[in-house]
Every structure is written in C-alpha cells, then in structure tokens.
C-alpha cells in the first residue's frame, strides 16, 4: 500500500501499488466500489501484467481517507487524484476506470492532460442522471436528501444494491457515498460525454453488449473512441468476463 496526501487538511488517497515498468497503469473504481477489489484479478492477467500499476482507492472509498469538508464532486475527485499521481511521480498513465471511476478519469483527462496517455472506460458514466427514488446507484442515492440518506435512507440502498456490492459499499462514508452519487448524478459542465468527444488521447468504451446499443455511439465512434459491446457480462465487465476484459484492454493500450 502507498499513499500521498491531497488535501490542504492533510487527507490521504492511499493505492495498492503492483511493481513494473514501462507506462504506469491506474485503475479506478466505481461507486461504493474499492480498486482492488474489482481489478486484482484483471491488473495480474498475463495479458495486461507487468507495468507499474496503481489500483486507486477515492477519498471516502475503501482504504483512503473520509475527509467531512470535501465535496466529491467529480472535478474534486479528479483534482484529489491528480495529487495524489502528481504525488506518486506518475505522468502519462493508461488509466483504467470503471463507472464513477471512468467519469472521474474523463475530467482527470481533461483537467490534467500531462498524466494521462490513453483512456479505457469500463461501462463509464457520461451523462448527468435524473435523481429517481428507488433506482440502482448514484440517481436512486441521490434521490435522498444527505439527512435523509445518513439517517436510514442508507439501509434502502443497502438492500437493493445485494450483497457483493455492499462488501465495498459499506466500506465507503456514508456523507462521501452520498455527496459522490450526487455529483455523479449531476455531472459536469460540459458534460463527461462533451469533454471524452473533445480529448486527443486514444480513448475506448467498453460496455455490456446485453444493455443494447450504446447511446450516442455514432458520435463518440466519429470523435475517435473504440466503443466495443462485450458479451456475457453485466456491468462489472472485469469480473463477469476477465479473460475478455483482459484481451479487450490489451489491445485496446497496445493500439
């Protein structure tokens, strides 16, 4: 484990490191989700191994810390992660991200162009979401108000997000949970899908092939990004289908 502080109170993002060489790799996590959690057994595939990797843990999430004053925005989870690379001596990574993680890494992308090389987002999310009471994720968290959802609103999502998605979950600070789903839900300005169509690093897409077509394929296909459908998965690709998750990310750095 690593760490490096990335806040003027002295808050830590803290990473499982792997060593290697040639261009660092970080992979980010999800909502309620931790790095390594989701990406150990990806990050070790002989396909994908041997690079410098960092298996990046949020602040509020998993083993980083929970600061009550930070607002988890996505630009301030992309500003904290910055520090935190900048930190560790990383420039030019191939980022990994998957859901939150991915939207995060798109502002990361765009804010801090120096430490990304090339994007491959994990069935990201690009546009702002309507906050809907009852949802799965980051509009069902953010239908609550943070009084309501630390007070007990916290036991709904709970339920419905099951059991292996709660092993994470309950890791994460409930006012961080619930601030991040917010600004996820709310988005950027422009949005993720606006600042992905406008990056000049090599960029894919991987997303479910049993949710349908993408939305607005076409358009990311004609500003350069791979889009690729991968079949026999949900939305954690890289633990339904690792050994396509692997070759699909392989190719996809090696491009």
């Avoid at 992979?27 to 595939?45: I, K, N, Q, V």
């Avoid at 500003?223 to 190719?251: K, Q, R, T």
Wanted: aromatic share 6%; with cysteine.
């Amino acid at each position: 484990m690593r760490d490096a502080v990335v806040t003027a109170g002295g808050d830590r993002i803290r990473w499982v490191e792997l060593p290697g060489s040639d261009a660092p790799r970080v992979y980010l996590h999800g909502l309620g989700a931790t790095a390594a959690a989701y990406f150990a057994e990806a990050a070790a595939h002989p396909l994908i191994a041997g690079h410098r990797t960092l298996m990046v843990d949020l602040l509020g999430h998993g083993l980083s810390d929970r600061p009550q004053d930070f607002d988890y925005s996505l630009a301030s989870h992309a500003g904290a992660l910055a520090a935190a690379l900048t930190g560790a001596g990383v420039t030019g990574a191939e980022v990994i991200a998957h859901s939150m993680g991915g939207a995060v890494a798109i502002v990361l992308a765009d804010r801090h162009p120096e430490l990304v090389s090339r994007l491959v987002l994990v069935d990201a999310n690009l546009d702002p979401a309507e906050p809907v009471r009852g949802a799965l994720g980051s509009s069902g968290i953010a239908a609550f108000s943070k009084a309501e959802f630390v007070a007990g609103g916290w036991e709904e999502v709970r339920d419905r997000a099951g059991a292996f998605w709660w092993a994470t979950m309950r890791l994460t600070d409930r006012t961080a949970l619930h601030r991040s789903a917010t600004g996820l839900a709310r988005g950027t300005v422009p949005t993720m899908r606006e600042l992905l169509v406008r990056s000049d690093v090599p960029r894919t897409f991987l997303y479910p092939e049993a949710d349908g077509p993408l939305p607005g394929a076409d358009r990311l296909r004609e500003a350069g990004v791979s889009v690729v459908a991968v079949a026999d998965c949900g939305h954690n690709v890289m633990l339904d289908a690792p050994e396509a998750f692997a070759s699909l990310v392989a190719a996809a750095l090696a491009a």
